[in-house]
């Protein structure tokens, strides 16, 4: 038995506090289109463009990779993303994005979590986004006879999916703030929620051999989730809304080709990857990290480095 198998077998594994989700690559029909939302609506700023890539972020990081391809479809019923999710370093930041939604009458939907505030909003080829930020003061999650419930700070009780006060939000802004400003610094991807198979296998993968920490599991709900640290919960997410046993979207499809997680150092790298191939689970050395997939075949990049804006 090896010094990992035995060690794994007495401490939980733990995932360093400041691994983040990197970038997220997405296959998308018209490259042209997208580009033009991504920039214009959510103001993105575009790093490159070479033939039929191009990637997207803050003026500082790569947040968002497209490929097209013409001929790619929208596969339903299979595993994979179902949103990737925006973090803003603060609340006004969000008001910004929100208002900007409305001033374009572009269709979103603002939603109260409790410990987040965020709205929800389609590209224009389907792909779901989320924006949000977290305010975990302001309630705590209970599980009350296997169903979620919000305890907000106030007294009030939700269940997680209630209406966002937009107006209260939107006093973060002053008069004649402007809403086109580029996409602020700070800004990251703050979280995956993906479309799993199997709850189970979902959470052992990313609790136990990535070394995540365990969040939630929502059975009434078909929902799990891991996090970071009390301060950074909700990191990944799954859910077998689909379907249980859902097989993998086919290499033509629309939608996200990969994610990336960021380790902070190569060492702390490594030692996921050693769990991961103590586990029997392949991996692939890439020119963009190491490619590891999930039990429901989502594909992950796992690398110590953001790529190059240039």
Known sequence: MS??????????????????????????ASLDQQVQFYTQVLKFTLHWRKGSEAALGTQAEVLLRLTEDPTSRRVQNTTGMYHFAILYPSRKELARAIARLFALRYPNYPTDHGV??????DDLEGNNIELYVRSLEDAVYEIVNGQLIVRYADGRIGDGRDPLDVEALFRELGEGDPLDLPLPEGTRIGHMHLYGSNLEASMNFYAHILG????????????GEVGLDDRQP?????????????PPAPADALGMRYFTIVMPTAGELQHVVDRIRAAGIPTVQTPQGILVRDPSQINIILTENMPSIQ
């Open 234 to 246: 909700h990191v990944i997410a799954f859910n077998t809304w689909k379907g249980t046993g859902i």
């Open 116 to 121: 987040s505030k965020t709205t929800y909003l």
């Open 212 to 223: 995540f920490q365990e969040g939630p599991m929502i059975k009434s709900f078909r929902m």
């Open 3 to 28: 010094s990992l198998t035995q060690l794994d077998i007495n401490v939980t594994p733990t995932i360093h506090p400041a691994t983040r989700v990197g970038y997220v690559h997405l296959t998308v």
